[in-house]
């Protein structure tokens, strides 16, 4: 898929982040501790890690500047209500970053943080892709806290399957 316009990429991005703000609103604020093993990223983590990498990676970087991703811990924000908060305020800095581009910079060049060059509209493209990672973790978390998740378009698997003709 290459993004041609800014304006048909944001409507997207937003179906995208409408899904993974439907995952987050059912997160029980006393599990945004939660992690399946010592060491590796919480729930809030993995919210604040989209919020800083969508904002202080993607963000700066199309903007000609270098990646200042700080991080996903506490010190950004602590407890359910403030990460939520802060996950929401990057995404509209992020947002305006994006609407500030013409349909031309998209293909533009910009640098990852490892100093390859990439069009900006496939540094977009990969951004939406890591998004979507990080949500499909949290789903995993909140499975092993047997928490009730959003279909992400409304039907189960099985549900799927039963509706599917017989082959």
């Keep these: 898929m290459e993004i041609q316009s800014v304006q048909s990429f944001i409507g ?3 179906k995208i982040r409408e899904r993974t703000n439907r995952i987050i609103e059912v997160v029980p604020p006393g599990h945004i501790d939660f992690s399946y093993k010592p060491g590796k990223f919480t729930i809030g983590d993995q919210i604040r890690h989209i919020a800083t990498i969508e904002r202080y990676m993607y963000g700066e970087t199309i903007s000609g500047r270098k990646s ?3 991080g996903c811990g506490k010190e950004l924000a602590d407890g359910y209500d403030e990460t939520v908060q802060f996950f929401n305020e990057m995404h ?3 947002l305006e970053i994006i609407n500030a581009l013409s349909d031309e910079d998209l293909t533009r060049k ?5 100093g390859n060059e990439i069009s900006i509209w496939e540094w977009l493209r990969a951004m939406i892709e890591h998004e979507i990672h990080h949500r499909a973790e949290i789903y995993i978390y909140l499975n092993l806290l047997d928490v009730k998740t959003p279909q992400i378009y ?3 698997a099985e549900e799927v399957q039963d509706m599917s003709i017989k082959l």
């Design 110 to 114: 910009c640098l990852t943080p490892a």
């Design 92 to 94: 509209r800095q992020t």
């Design 12 to 14: 997207y991005y937003e």
């Design 68 to 70: 200042a991703y700080p």
């Design 154 to 156: 409304g039907f189960s």
